[in-house]
């Protein structure tokens, strides 16, 4: 008889889980609490702009190997797309200075000895200093394992690790910023060329996966908020959703590919992260200036990456608690003078749109990383999936697909 999987949340960790069972011939029944898949990463209609944005710019680094092998198996790698080389353009809006970092395309972080390659203005030995994060303890801070100062720092290091962390990076874990500068900068330029979901995170990420699992015969449920396990002994026998209830045989298998809230509610005792920070995105519909590179790195204003989408530019802050509750017209005209500084483009405010994600991610700091778990639960049949579980990793799509393929993986082994 064919064995089946359970999986709880659809976003990237439960897709990537559902799809990896799937594969390894399970049957798959996936549920999900709202109307869309995707969770935190998904696109939407916006009738303000009149497209489909994304709720969030989230970039990949060819570097980020399971994210990437997802899209293979999928079939969309080719939608993640991006410059040949692994290059980022800068601008410091406070001196008007434009650089482009070029790491090249080897597997070895060659552009280190090159002052050409380099940042402006930084010499070998400002990149030496920052050896002590590469393996560092994630009980660390990231302030007392390498200077967060200096031009450097202002540069590369602080965007990098902003983007990367979520939070102010001298607060930040130095294992977790450690593991992103190991799995990227310092694996070369072959390991640093951005990668955007260019038509949108749902047609790339989210809907050809969903595709596959129905084509594949997979139950897949919207409208599924999981409310209760029913248990006995050590395995969970009952999903519990409301009116409701589906009754598991014993050799069913659950993965919970929840955010943090829910898993904890699901699962009294278990700890999770219980800390977060804000991402915000600004859309502005407009025409983008031909010579705009596909990403901006954006220093000294309040914006922090600039993106070039067709019929539009979209930017992202991360961090962005202090915006949460800033009145949406006072800040996107604050947002609008950097994009403008930043691209050159000298016309009136577009149609825009701003989206604020509260919790984009689990507060990336010692204290909260050490609440992370395992995939493994009490329950022998139910195993754990999502960027807060104890990836290693910031919260990220790389994280995501990581612990949905470690979860599926464990249900395979034990089932
Ligand atoms: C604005 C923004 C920008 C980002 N930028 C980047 C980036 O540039 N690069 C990058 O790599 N990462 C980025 N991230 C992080 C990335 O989006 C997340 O790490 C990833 O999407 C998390 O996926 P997940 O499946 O673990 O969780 P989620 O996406 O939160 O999925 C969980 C799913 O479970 C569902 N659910 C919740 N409770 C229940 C229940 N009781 N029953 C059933 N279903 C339930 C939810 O509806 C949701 O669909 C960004 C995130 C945000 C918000």
Known sequence: MQKVAHIVGAGISGLSAAVRLANANFKVRLYEATQQAGGRCRSYFDAATNLTIDNGNHLLLSGNHHAVAYARSIGTEAGLVGPKRAQFAFVDLT??????????????????????????????????????????????LVGDAIPCEGLLYQRLVQPLLLAALNVDPPEGSAGLAGAVVRETLLAGGQACRPLIAREGLSAVLVEPAIRLLQDGGADICFGHELREFGSSSDLVSELKFGEQTIALAPSDAVVLAVPPRPAASLLPGLKTPSKYRAIVNAHFRCEPPKDMPPILGVVGGLVEWLFTFPQRLSITISNADRLVDMPREELVQALWRDVCQASGLKSDLPPWQIVRERRATFEATPEQNALRPGASTAFKNLFLAGDWTDTGLPATIEGSVRSGNRAADLVVAKH
């Open 95 to 140: 001196t008007g200075k434009r650089w482009q970092l070029d790491l090249g395309d080897s597997r070895l972080p060659l552009w280190l000895f090159d002052p050409a390659r380099r940042v402006p203005d930084t010499a070998l030995r400002d990149y030496l200093a920052l050896m002590p994060l590469i393996w560092s303890s994630p009980a660390r």
